[in-house]
C-alpha cells in the first residue's frame, strides 16, 4: 500500500522561487491536510480540503496556495519563497470524523519534503 | 489562543519501566485527542484516540487517559523497550466547521537498554 506519497524529499529554493509540493493518496480519503514543522514546534495546519474541490485556511496559510481538483491529489504551491519557509512539510490524509459513528479519525502522513530556502 | 504544551524536555527511562509523557491544553474543547509516534525524518504515525467521553483507552502495552476537568492527557508505554524511543506528540481535534487537529511540539523518549 502506498499511501500518502509526497514529491520531492528535499528541496532547496533561492528567495522569491516558486514550487509546487505534491502530495497524492490512495486511500480514498476525502480530506487531506497540509502542515509544516519547524524545529522544537508542533505541525501547523497550512491548508485542509474536505473532498475534491473544496479547500480551507489552516493556521499559517500565508504564502500558500492550494487546489483539489481529484480526491487523490492536493498539492501545496509556494509562489515566492522566502527564507521563514524553510522547514518541513507533511502531507496527510484521513476520513471524515463522522463523530459518534464510531469511524476511525486517524490522520495517515507521508514521509515530508524538508525544504530550505536561502 | 488555543494552546497544547507537552514536556520539551526528553524523557530518559530504563528498559521495562514504564514511560507516561503529558500532554495538557487550554482555550479548547476537543471532540477527541490522538498521540502519535514520530521517527527522525518520518512522518507521524497514529497510536491511539480517546474521546472527550471516555476515560482511558488502552492497546498492548499503550494506555491513555483523557481527564477533560483538568485538560490533560496522559500517555503510558509499559514494560518499555528501545524500540520505542522516538517523540510522541499529542493532537487535538474537534468536527467544527471542518476538521482542524492541532498538535504539540511532542516529547522525545529514549529507552536505554
Known amino acids: 500500500n502506498a499511501g500518502v506519497t509526497q514529491t520531492p524529499k528535499f528541496r532547496i529554493l533561492k528567495i522569491g522561487q516558486s514550487m509546487t509540493l505534491q502530495c497524492t493518496q490512495d486511500m480514498n480519503h476525502n480530506y487531506m491536510y497540509w502542515y509544516r514543522q519547524d524545529p522544537g514546534m508542533g505541525l501547523k495546519l497550512i491548508y485542509y480540503?474536505?473532498?475534491?474541490?473544496i479547500t480551507d485556511k489552516g493556521e499559517v496559510p500565508n504564502g500558500y496556495n492550494v487546489s483539489r481538483s481529484t480526491t487523490e491529489d492536493f498539492p501545496l504551491r509556494l509562489e515566492l519563497a522566502a527564507p521563514s519557509q524553510t522547514s518541513v512539510y507533511f502531507c496527510?490524509?484521513?476520513?471524515?470524523?463522522?463523530w459518534g459513528q464510531g469511524t476511525l479519525t486517524e490522520a495517515f502522513f507521508g514521509q515530508g519534503t524538508r525544504l530550505t530556502v536561502v | 489562543s488555543q494552546k497544547i504544551e507537552q514536556n520539551s524536555e526528553a524523557l530518559n527511562i530504563q528498559e521495562g519501566k514504564t514511560a507516561t509523557l503529558t500532554c495538557n491544553y487550554t482555550?479548547?474543547?476537543?471532540?477527541?485527542l490522538q498521540w502519535y509516534r514520530q521517527d527522525p525524518g518520518r512522518g507521524p504515525v497514529f497510536l491511539l484516540l480517546?474521546?472527550?467521553?471516555?476515560k482511558e483507552k488502552r492497546k498492548e502495552r499503550l494506555k491513555v487517559t483523557f481527564d477533560t476537568t483538568l485538560k490533560q492527557s496522559l500517555f503510558h508505554i509499559t514494560a518499555s523497550q528501545p524500540a520505542d524511543s522516538a517523540t510522541y506528540l499529542c493532537a487535538l481535534a474537534r468536527n467544527t466547521g471542518g476538521f482542524k487537529t492541532i498538535f504539540g511540539a511532542g516529547t522525545r523518549l529514549f529507552v536505554k537498554a
Open positions: 480517546i474521546r472527550e467521553n471516555e
Open positions: 496527510a490524509s484521513s476520513h471524515p470524523p463522522e
Open positions: 482555550n479548547y474543547s476537543p471532540a477527541y
Open positions: 480540503s474536505v473532498g475534491a474541490g
